[in-house]
């Protein structure tokens, strides 16, 4: 286990969009990497992991991550309480991360909305221009969602959609999971050993 870090946490927020597994390894391999990570689960978020995971509660995903790793490195907000660490511009973060991202999320967040912590939270992201990352999950996409994602992207939000590729000949669904977490940890340039990058000829 690496050492605890030093330097601030990222928010991590799960909602209500497909693609909890996404979710569940970027969590499990940000602990393993020693990030410290401030973690906001929706409602919708919740049902989501116990649609697609079988994580029926928050103490359930403890123990899919790790019981050891969690309490060393996973501080959990209720995304009810706007009053919480993330909303505050003041407390120290190194951005956020919404994995996976719903289209509603995405559309208050384009919209200025804070109408819950995971909304403030990406708001406060945005106005001390921290990096915020949405991963958004939806096909097809109407011409409403392609205009909040590019309001966003030139407001230097990274949208970094859920879109595994297969040039590497994935054997298993937990390939194409780890493909798109690599992307996510690029961004967050947090260092991780998932696969390897094209052309160079050895792990990341």
Known sequence: MTAVATH?????????????????RLLEQ?????????????GHGMRLLSTETGVESIAALRDCVGASAWDEFVTVYDDADRGAAPASGS??????VICPCSMGTLSAIAAG???SLVERAADVTLKERRKLILVPRETP???IHLGNMLKLSR???????AAPGFYHRPASVAELVDFVVARVMDQMGVEHSLGKRWGAGEDT
Do not use: D, H, K, N
């Open 8 to 24: 601030p946490p990222f928010t991590l927020a799960i909602t209500g969009a497909s693609g909890a597994p996404y979710a569940t």
């Open 113 to 115: 909305s804070s109408r």
């Open 141 to 143: 996409l109407s011409s």
């Open 91 to 96: 407390a120290r973060s190194a951005g956020m």
């Open 155 to 161: 407001e230097g939000v990274v949208i970094l959609p």
């Open 30 to 42: 940000l602990c393993m990497a020693g990030q410290r990570i401030s973690l906001i689960v929706s």
